[in-house]
């Protein structure tokens, strides 16, 4: 069941939005697409749907092409919602769900226990328009697996919620892959890509920069950051021999080292400086990788 994307290219007229991207995506796994406005997320997912021609490569799942229209084993949470404001979410759900082979009383059944579990079970009879945009959004997560898909594509699935709807929408994502589907997903977040996902890709420009497990990415970037906390100051380390970059907090310093073993000197050089509060050696975090790797900041 895996996704095999194969020198994948879009080209819309002379410019190209997907350049030459080769991809294997687990199965039962979750996958984090990443990048910045325009980097091609959106633009990958419709060619994986077969939503868009593809320009040159190659896509299978299983061996095959994928007809999202036709198919109702995948899920797709797209960028632009699409719900009907008019309708109410009952008719709407009962309507995509029938597009996926379900009948109404299994709609129903499964709706209702989304809703409840989403803490809104009163959205029922509303129609659409009625409700806030994150409340939208949630309706529309729910239209993307009310089907209990194999695959699940969710372009951009915690933008526009507030935290507590985030977190809400993260334990169902987490759930969905415990049993057994598998869960590509877009973000300009890396943090929600670090939280959730064992193998990622960063795109930028249509270009990927980076692909792997996050494991590998982290070990194979080798330098880590030192977190010091301590009562004098430790300016002093800026001009360590391993140091990359220094950064002052409040309660001491994170510096970027080169590798573990600068941490060791650190440690001897620190001796006789006073009381030391916090001496931790941390992961680079994705966004310290994607800054070197792209050159640029980051948000
Ligand atoms: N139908 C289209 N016609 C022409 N250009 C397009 C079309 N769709 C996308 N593009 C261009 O392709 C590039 C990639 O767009 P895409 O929507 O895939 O990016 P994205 O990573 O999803 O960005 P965002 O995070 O802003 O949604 C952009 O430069 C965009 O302008």
Known sequence: MTLVLKDV?????????????????????????????????????????????????????????????????????????????????????????????????????????????????EYIDKKVEELSKGNQQKIQFISAVIHKPKLLILDEPFSGLDPINVEMLKEAVVDLKEQGTSIVFSSHRMEHVEELC?????????????QGSLREIKRSFGKKNLIIHADESLEFLKDQPGVISYKALTEGCELQIENENVSQAIFSALQGKGFIRKFDLEEPSLNDIFIEKVGASYE
Not at 16 to 39: C, Q, R
């Open 198 to 210: 064992e193998h990622l890709c960063i795109l930028h420009k249509g270009k990927q920069v980076v």
């Open 9 to 121: 290219t879009k080209r819309f007229g002379q410019h190209t939005a997907v350049d030459h991207l080769s991809l294997e995506i687990p199965e039962k796994e979750m996958f984090g697409f990443l990048g910045g406005n325009g980097a091609g997320k959106t633009t990958t997912f419709r060619m994986i749907l077969g939503l868009l021609d593809i320009t040159e490569g190659e896509i299978s799942w299983n061996g095959d092409t994928i007809n999202y229209n036709k198919s109702h084993l995948i899920g797709y949470l797209p960028e632009e919602r699409g719900l009907y404001p008019k309708l109410k979410v009952r008719d709407q759900l009962i309507y995509l769900g029938k597009l996926r082979g379900m009948t109404k009383s299994e709609v129903e059944k499964e709706l209702k226990g989304w809703l409840e579990r989403f803490k809104v079970p």
